[in-house]
């Protein structure tokens, strides 16, 4: 048994030494030991990487006299293969270039009865004041989590009429899309009116399935609908139950806070039903965060 440790420990101490070996090599590449300072890791950690490391290099390499997404000569056109330092391990991925981002730009969000104005809302557009400096601090953070595949829950923003919360949300999800996640937006009080009223012009379970799997959801205005138990147990429920499974980002705006949205939910034409409606709020509760915006009418 001791002649056996013996010569494990033997084998594993070769494997390191030639795994520092290697990565002794490939440091006297000027590019490669500058990626190693920028990610702050130790060596004993990086000289498990070195092959990868040595691909990033080269990719960064192209990447420095590159003149446009057409003469890109890495694996993935209009990306490099990138390192990021995590507690005890280094993971890579693809991230996209300036040219990639330049040309590639473009909105794919599903939308469904959402008003026009906020198909092309953009952060860019978004007016700094006092009263959102919490919700863009939100926004700013939960995109850094969101693009280093970090657990981030999403937002319920709650607030005064015309305040700015389905803009601002919807250039989040505009934003989101744009760097390739499947989004939908949907409006919901109309959404709930065409789905009741019009089954022939929408297909039903494709609508459901689209935006119950849709890598980040926004709902729109909810509270606002009229409200039924059909809406509430078989649309609403039905969503929030799969999302909250599946750990889906999801969104909300609403002009009542996430207390006054369980009083709203729990009245409808057949009665009072206060479980079904604490039951929506806490799969609600579960997907995200609160926050209030109090501001005067941008709609004027």
Known sequence: ???????????????????????????????????????KCDDEVLMKYTSKLETTVCELKNCSKCKGLDKCKNEIEG???????????????????????????????????????????SLSDLVTEKERSSILKYIKEFLKKK???????????????????????SALLNELSNKGFRTVNVYYPSLLKRLKASFNEYNYDEVLDEIMTSDILLIDDIGAENNSSWARDEVLGTILQYRMDNDLTTFFTSNFNINELESVLSET???????????????????TEEQTLISGNKRK
């Open 1 to 39: 048994m001791i002649k056996g440790n013996s010569f494990i420990k033997k084998g594993k101490k070769a494997i390191q030494d030639d795994l520092r070996r290697e990565f002794v090599l490939a440091s006297k590449d000027e590019t490669f030991t500058k990626l190693c300072a920028r990610l």
């Open 79 to 121: 990306h490099v293969y990138y390192p990021v330092v995590r507690k005890d391990y280094v993971e890579f991925s693809y991230k996209p270039c300036k040219y990639f981002k330049e040309n590639k730009i473009k909105n794919t969000t599903t939308f469904f009865e959402t008003p026009k104005v906020l198909m092309t809302a």
């Open 147 to 169: 693009m280093n595949n970090e657990p981030v829950k999403g937002l319920y923003l709650s607030g005064s009429f015309g305040s700015g919360k389905s803009y601002i949300l």
């Open 269 to 287: 034409s057949k009665g009072t039903d206060e479980i079904k409606a604490r039951r929506i709020i806490e799969r609600i509760k579960y997907l």
